[in-house]
């Protein structure tokens, strides 16, 4: 299956497209975790988008499509995919509606991930990551906080928050994805494949309701 998350930031995309990953196999396609990587490895594609994720502002088009496009090409992700901050805003929604249709593959479901914007920003605010490179870790100092101040449950390295996740850079992210990103539920809606889904819920019932959904259509 072939599915997609949306949602503002802090909706809890990257989390619930971690937990579909481990359940079902299909990779998480997260153009965010794309750049982030890009940008820690210093590679001119990571150098050309610190400015814009600094700033909460998309980064150009015409970079992130073709970085998500190689990757939907990939072997890996031929039996299905979670999309995850991709696409973003109409352009790219129709760059990728016209990939899908030329390699005759379509989105299977859309889930729309629903959140109020006080609680997106305290989400953001507390989110820390482990900065251990294999860990995984993923911490909330108000809503899932870690033993230890400032220091992984897992494996005792110490917490980081991402560089965008600063209250001046939240406000304009949610600005950017009033404008330019919620527009795409109504794009995906005639296609029938679009669910609503309260991600105000804890992580586990999320979770349940997004499985509902996919277990529904895989019959
Ligand atoms: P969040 O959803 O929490 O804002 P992401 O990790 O998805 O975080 O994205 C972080 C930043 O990376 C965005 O604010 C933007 O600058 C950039 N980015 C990620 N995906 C895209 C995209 N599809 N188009 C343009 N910019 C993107
Ligand atoms: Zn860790």
Redesign the pocket.
Known sequence: MNLLLLG????G??TQAKRLVAEYGWPQV????M??EARAAGTPLGKQ?AS??D???????S??IGV?KERLMGSDVAGGYVL??????RE?AEALDEFLTERAESLDLVVNIRVDPDVIVKR?LGRRACAAPDCGGDFNVYFNPPAAEEICDDCGGGLVR?S??NEE?ILN?LD??RRETEPLIEHYRPSGKVVDIDGAAEPDEVYGAIKAEIEKRRG
């Open positions: 503002p930031p802090g909706a995309k990257g997260s153009t965010g975790d750049l982030r988008a814009y994720m700033a909460g502002e998309l980064v150009p088009a970079v992130v998500a995850d901050g991709f696409p973003r805003n790219q953001i991402r965008d996740d850079t992210r950017v994805y």
